[in-house]
């Protein structure tokens, strides 16, 4: 994935648009949020077993594709926002993760 090329095409499109006067972070953020409750509902009445991708239902497939989606372009808008670099910010997390991990196994 050419993450930059996608916040570039969305940059374009919210330009277009006039939406840059709404992208502020604290917009954004609270847009992903709304998204990720949204892909939440898609899973709300499933039991785990239910919501693995070989028992859903095509539509409920093609409702969840579609959350993640949203999700991950209003990520994206937020790191190009922010001047962010989502693959630096998501390698620095996972160290920290591992050593955290780490140091609770030892």
């Not at 847009?31 to 892909?39: M, R």
């Not at 239910?50 to 969840?64: E, G």
Request: charged share 25%; net charge negative.
């Amino acid at each position: 994935m050419d993450i930059q090329a996608w916040q570039e095409r969305l940059a374009s499109f919210a330009s277009e648009r006039d939406w840059d006067q709404f992208h502020s972070p604290k917009n954004l953020s609270s847009a992903l949020v709304v998204e990720a409750a949204e892909l939440l509902e898609q899973f709300q009445w499933l039991t785990p077993e239910q919501s693995t991708s070989d028992v859903l239902s095509s539509k409920t497939r093609d409702a969840v594709q579609q959350e993640v989606a949203d999700v991950a372009i209003y990520l994206l808008r937020i790191c190009d926002v922010l001047d962010i670099d989502l693959e630096d910010a998501m390698a620095r997390k996972l160290a920290i993760n591992e050593l955290k991990r780490s140091n609770v196994s030892s």
